[in-house]
């Protein structure tokens, strides 16, 4: 029974990540026109719905669509699959790790979602203060970086323990 639990838990985090990206990214999809730019914190947060048909920063837009196809939708399903499998039949990983890869695979799953569907990745928030500055991402990359800070967590607080610097 627990591990129908924990199987539960999984499979809830990572839809509530591919939920947050897609609703998000439907609400830009239809209430916002491309190139607009509306600020939501000042200056430092704007909304700007843009298409991205290549991975992060643009990378790969230029691919042949075989080459593309197979290295922006194939690799990557592949990766989630084997991901979220290894999550699922992997009993004594640890929560901070678990949770970390929910929301990894859960951003990737939601950017595959627009690959497959749209041709494209819909990317709307951009984050400005000074000469700090993103490219424009949406909530799936957020749940990859948020994922990875988790994971990172997870090591560094590992990593203390075995040292003994840690209780």
């Not at 951009?126 to 949406?138: A, K, M, P, R, Y």
Request: some cysteine; glycine content about 10%.
């Amino acid at each position: 029974m627990k591990n129908v639990i924990r199987a539960l838990l999984i499979l809830l985090t990572v839809s509530v990540n591919i939920g947050c990206d897609q609703v998000s990214k439907n609400i830009v999809r239809t209430k916002v026109d491309y190139g607009e730019s509306i600020p939501l914190l000042d200056s430092h947060l704007t909304l700007t719905k843009v298409e991205n048909t290549g991975a992060f920063l643009s990378v790969g837009d230029s691919l042949p669509p075989i080459l593309k196809t197979l290295l922006l939708l194939i690799v990557p399903l592949l990766a989630m699959a084997f991901g979220f499998g290894y999550l699922l039949f992997r009993f004594n990983t640890p929560r901070l790790f678990v949770v970390g890869a929910c929301f990894i695979i859960g951003g990737g799953i939601g950017n595959l979602i627009d690959r497959w569907a749209y041709g494209s990745v819909t990317d709307f928030l951009h984050i400005s203060f000074g000469v700090l500055q993103t490219g424009i991402f949406n909530m799936a990359d957020v749940s990859v970086m948020v994922g990875t800070g988790f994971i990172l967590l997870n090591s560094f607080l590992n990593n203390q323990k075995d040292d003994g610097q840690l209780v």
